[in-house]
């Protein structure tokens, strides 16, 4: 089992709020159904168990979940085959890492939105101020360790326009949040839908798009199919991993058709593997005229 690996997507940068490392543990702030919760999770690999505290109102929903969080429910990586050398090797140098399912839409469709189109730092940070200025501390020892808990879907309805700004999350990035708060109820039913009907409802909402629905899939219904199409970077960077050379969208579909059914976990290992492209250019610099407010 390995938790940094499987776990690596669910934390949004460096400074992820709801994220902690400390003396050998992992703890997460995490919005449950039945409320906030604090988790300390400890691996022992010698002992090949993962144990686990919780604290808070949502501490018995997070611990029945824990399982398929950790990856119990993919079922597809034991009979997974490389089927190229790159993939393969990939395969081979990661053999702990598991596909997680959440059970949590809203925990990666929000920050999910944030990241719309914008750098690495921009969507980072937007969350960040999201997070610490309307989340609350994480119950239990959670606090003490600067934790928190990201907002609930009535706490993101009532920010308003120029607290959005304030964060740095420009107006339509903005608007889009509102409209998932609004419908978080029939959002988070989908975790009890086939991934297509998921889909579906992701996309039906004005803003989400097939990016952001892949970037929710993959990480809270744990679909082994979620391609990140639309990002900046993984068309080419898989493109350069497989035939030496970058690609867009439309040649990665044919170029994954092999793994279908398979085609987010190819993605997955690739990244671990660290396979992308020589970047020569410079990086994209963050936009100027948001007034984000400095954090606290």
């Known amino acids: 089992m390995d938790l940094s690996a499987t ?18 543990a992992l703890w997460r702030g995490i919005r449950t159904p039945e409320g906030p919760a604090t988790l ?14 919780s604290w808070g109102p949502g501490a018995s929903w997070v611990l029945e979940k824990l399982p398929p969080m950790l ?11 490389g089927g190229h050398p790159v993939v393969e090797r990939a395969r081979r140098q ?13 925990e990666s469709l929000v920050p999910a939105i944030i990241e719309q189109k914008v750098t690495g730092q921009e969507a980072f940070g937007g969350w960040r101020r999201v997070v610490r200025r309307f989340g609350e501390p994480a119950p239990g020892p959670g606090a003490a360790l600067g934790l928190h808990v990201p907002p609930s879907a009535d706490a993101l309805r009532a920010i308003p326009s120029w607290e959005w700004l304030r964060a740095g999350v420009t107006p ?5 949040v509102m409209r998932v708060a609004a419908h978080a109820d029939r959002l988070e039913e989908i975790t009890t ?22 970037e929710t899939a993959h990480r809270a219904l744990g679909d082994a199919d979620a ?16 035939t030496g050379h970058p690609v867009d969208d439309q040649v990665l579909v044919d170029l994954l058709r092999p793994w279908a059914g398979q085609r987010y976990r190819v993605q997955r290992y690739l990244e671990l593997a660290g396979a992308r492209r020589p970047r020569r250019g410079p990086r994209l610099s963050p936009r100027q005229h948001v007034p984000v407010a400095r954090a606290r």
Do not use: K
């Open 172 to 176: 339509q990035r903005a608007d889009t």
């Open 193 to 214: 839908l086939d991934l297509l009907a998921a889909r579906r409802r992701l996309l039906a909402i004005p803003g989400v798009g097939v990016w952001t629905a892949a």
């Open 227 to 242: 391609v990140s199409f639309g990002d900046y970077h993984v068309a080419a960077n898989i493109g350069w991993a497989l």
């Open 7 to 24: 776990w690596g997507v669910l934390r949004r940068g460096a400074g992820d709020p709801a994220w902690v490392q400390s003396a050998g």
């Open 40 to 53: 300390r999770t400890v691996v022992r690999p010698a002992e090949r168990l993962v144990l686990a505290q």
């Open 94 to 106: 990661h053999p702990g890492w598991r596909i997680p399912r959440t059970g949590l839409v809203l």
């Open 71 to 81: 990856g119990s429910q993919d079922v597809g990586a034991a009979g997974f085959e």
